[in-house]
């Protein structure tokens, strides 16, 4: 894997099936802080992540002067965003995703550091971990989308995964808001997919499982999308050249004698058989 990709994001699986909420911009400075990880070493709670303004801009395609507010709006408030994860030892761990941060208004940037239980399932030394690109996800503006999109390219050597409805809930941390299957599905899992198949390298569908009158499982088909081919340019046409009789207006300027109008000089080398 190569360490200097900016642009990749890299997570445990373990941390892709976690219990959290995050807002689309916690969730966007999550992703941006773990592309800025070293993987070729190990990971402190010491070493700090530093996002900018700029960052933001180029990567989100973000307002200049939102870019600012957004910052600052998410140092008031991911300090206090809890996960609750698989430990390494089995157990459900719940822990703070940071240990600090810090807004440089001057600058234009946040510093943030991780929290101790988080780092284990920033690198590669975990066993089992996805990756993808971060401009897959950038353009999406659905909690949901992201987070579905991760589970589905966590399975990526299949191309389906299956997924009960009550597990789904609890990993994003829906409770009573979407109860209705109806809502669910119109609210969370439709404009997910939409945005995926808009923005993302896959392609998805899904399909519903029930079992007796409920339905308890969605099952997501997915494949990358073709790679588009650029069109070979259109090679430019040479404007039509005029012609009279069938000749050339050129042949017959060429050919034609002192005082002969076209018509005169064309039928003359016609019946001559210059040309």
Not at 45 to 68: C, L, M, R
Not at 94 to 105: C, D, F, G, Q
Not at 230 to 237: L, V
Request: glycine share 2%; no cysteine.
């Amino acid at each position: 894997m190569k360490t200097n990709d900016k642009q990749l994001v890299v997570k445990a699986n373990k941390l892709i099936e976690a219990s959290y909420y995050l807002t689309l911009n916690e969730q966007r400075l999550i992703l941006l802080a773990i592309t800025k990880v070293r993987r070729d070493s190990a990971l402190y709670t010491h070493d700090e992540f530093v996002i900018s303004a700029e960052d933001w801009i180029s990567i989100f395609q973000v307002e200049p002067k939102n870019a600012y507010r957004d910052l600052q709006a998410i140092s008031r408030q991911l300090f206090e965003r809890y996960i609750t994860i698989e430990s390494t030892r089995g157990n459900p761990l719940v822990t703070r995703w940071i240990s600090s941060i810090e807004y440089l208004a001057k600058d234009g940037k946040l510093v943030i550091t991780f929290a101790q239980n988080i780092l284990p399932f920033l690198t590669v030394l975990e066993k089992e971990f996805t990756k993808y690109r971060l401009e897959f996800v950038s353009k999406m503006t659905s909690i949901y989308a992201v987070r579905l999109y991760e589970l589905l390219v966590q399975w990526n050597s299949t191309g389906t995964r299956e997924i009960e409805l009550d597990w789904l809930k609890k990993t994003f941390q829906i409770t009573e808001t979407y109860a209705e299957i109806r809502n669910f599905k119109a609210r969370v899992i439709e404009p997910a997919i939409t945005q995926i198949n808009s923005h993302s390298d896959l392609t998805v569908s899904y399909t519903q499982r029930k079992t007796g009158r409920l339905v308890t499982h969605f099952t997501f088909v997915f494949s990358p999308k073709a790679a588009v081919e650029p069109k070979p340019r259109a090679k430019k046409k040479s404007p039509p050249k005029e012609t009279l009789h069938g000749l050339l207006k050129a042949d017959i300027e060429r050919l034609a004698r002192a005082g002969e109008s076209y018509e005169q000089a064309a039928e003359r080398i016609k019946k001559q058989g210059l040309i």
